[in-house]
């Protein structure tokens, strides 16, 4: 059983009268998780508001894969739980980040650069495409599939080049992105994945669900340690 | 000319009676600059008990190439000067970490990774092998030269994958280490070299000087640029 | 003054009443060849159907880049002249794959992939975007540019994974693809760009001619050396 | 149940009072054979000088992961044969390349390089380090082992820059090696270990076991698959 934590920023959602709070009814958080739904995984969720902005440290301890969705409070979220939740990634533990998250305080420690791309949100059609087949991530995902209205995020994508890229989008307004990438930093595994904008359904197709559970379940299993202990250590060989 | 700011952690070095300080008078940045000295270079240096921990906004601005030398006050570094320098590096700053800054607030956000390796220090010889003759940073440096006292840093080294490895090291009680490593984080290039113990004398070796000298050249001449600048973006083609 | 051999095939163009023959009078080696001109190229065109299909060593020698254009002919280029052209790469050649070359030998050789892609040839139009602006074969290219007939080409296009993207290519019809990638080999570099079709006029572009002068200068400039040597090798230390 | 196939060169056998004849009777691919013996391996075992070099296309046609030790006789595996590995390692078959394996053509042709390195036969011991315990390939391996004798193979080693290092060999006489390398070809996995020479008792080592039965697990379970498959593709979006 994966212990899985959805954390949603939860905010768009909350305003009143708002197209996110129609089309995510309670939260994205809760669409992700009826989405996810499977006999293998353990999902938890919580969100910004919550007490010790929703991942106190026992929480962090349970968890086998975290999914973030951030955006417009970036700059809310404590250093300090940056830090804590970076550590247990190098210990191992999953993260998936979706979406505006590439512009998360998570996703820049964890690249080393600013995550910064093009942007503009006029509902234009999107398109991904599968680059490497052979990847956990890839199994079960169509070669392509299409996305009627999507934020357009595009090239250049400032992530570190180490990303490997297992999916591209295509937008109809000309651009082309880097759109599924796979990290590892030190014992951890970490996926990026590009659709989901707070106002269009991509969080209710099938293809976007598949390709969510298929990172969860890559990063999520990696086995946990702490390697190695920074201490001293006693020659090996003779030095004489 | 390539502006070059030595930045040295200076608290060893000024220990009373403590070899360091017998080894590198007056600091191991002095000797680095008179190591260095060249007519493309002009050379300052800094260090972290000088005002605004030696790096103001407007020395970080005249800098093309920061070198960073630092052991037992990493945790002193501010953040926010950490901050600061991680986006000059993304702008096209070069920035060199030399030996026990592998473990720096700055070299470690450039990775997203702690950067821990295995470590002891009982002056062992070390060996330094060149992997990769074409790499900028590896020219006029021999195939292989010996250090005849260094500090063992071996692996598992908790670095980023994507560093290209320019330089290994071998140590005589049964170490080998990634020892010269390149990096790029978005417009910037980064190098890290492993010889440099403050009680041995590496910082005299002309084959170090070399490989630093070229890691300065090669980080310091990147072009400078704010790229791209995440903002909102027209569409290119007609999405009708 | 680097050195460059630009190798055509040079069959569609001769096909009586062709359109490539419209397009690219004489060759598109000769389009290349005066789109390219500049003080600092010596350049020379040769063409499948010369003698020793147009490389004997001797010209190898004396070539710092060898640009490649290729389609339908890839069978006939002789295996033995494939491993001379990898071998003088290995050592520091710079090598220029363009367009349909994805497919030749010796670009498969370079990958240790089939470089398999999707394709369409309907002259719809493409639009390149620069991913790293950094890089040298980026330098004076603006961060998109179009082209108003291209032939397509998609992911997954089945190249090494260590291909650093320098450009990607967006299409019309719903692709996208890796239109500009550096690899490295020993100490040769390599550049591999999607535009130029056969029937197109792409290589009379600005842009393009502009990417395919700094692949050529960035490509061409590698140290040429073997190394190392596949020799036994005396004990640098003591084995008693 | 993976179908494992040990093609062994087996010629330094068959030398008559020859010291690989009498570490390893009958020829090192029978040792592997029975130190790799498990419930999910079938493993068969099969040589050069067998009718069709030992690799008809039935049986790779039947084989999930191809092991491969040669030496001396490189030279006289077909080209042809070379190319019907290739292709297989491209749609999903896995390859595991022991000691000097690493001057094969089908080592050098996943690469696109020579595959030189330095080499000295004075059977100086040799200590394995592991610098990603989060691999498939390292699991339950020590983070370090010594084998006693081992002919030394060193830096600059010349294979494709995308090898993930999983092993670094230290060897007593200076030099440090890339001993254990991971590899991605189109849906294919390919892994590099360098233990192994043939007159050393490597082959009974129960970590060198290890790690081979590691690789061929990792390997040889990649999803077959040919993809894509060249050919021209339908618009999936308007093109006017």
């Known amino acids: 059983m994966i212990k899985v934590t959805i954390w949603n920023e939860f905010r768009h959602e909350k305003v009143e009268g708002g197209v996110p709070g129609q089309v995510y009814p309670g939260g994205l958080h809760l669409a992700l998780r009826d989405g996810l739904a499977a006999p293998d995984l353990d999902i938890r969720t919580v969100t910004l508001d919550d007490p010790e902005q929703g991942l106190p440290e026992a929480l962090l301890d349970d968890t086998d894969c975290l999914v973030w969705w951030g955006h417009k409070a970036h700059g809310e979220v404590e250093d300090a739980l940056v830090k804590r939740i970076l550590k247990r990634v190098w210990n191992g533990m999953g993260l998936v980040v979706l979406h505006s998250g590439h512009y998360s305080k998570i996703f820049q420690a964890v690249n080393g650069t600013s995550c910064r791309l093009r942007w503009r949100e006029i509902g234009e059609s999107c398109r991904v495409w599968c680059a490497d087949p ?89 086995e946990r340690r702490v390697y190695p202990s920074m201490k001293r250590a006693e020659p090996l060989e003779k030095v004489d």
């Open 134 to 222: 052979s990847h956990p991530v890839a199994q079960g995902v169509p070669e392509t599939f299409a996305l009627e209205h999507e934020e357009m995020y595009g090239e250049p994508f400032m992530i570190a080049p180490d990303g490997h890229v297992v999916f591209y989008s295509w937008f109809k307004g000309g651009e082309t992105f880097r759109s599924g990438v796979a990290f590892q930093r030190e014992n951890g595994r970490i996926f990026y994945f590009q659709p989901g904008h707070e106002t269009y359904r991509s969080y209710y197709d099938a293809n976007v669900l598949k390709v969510i559970g298929n990172a969860i379940r890559w990063t999520g299993t990696a």
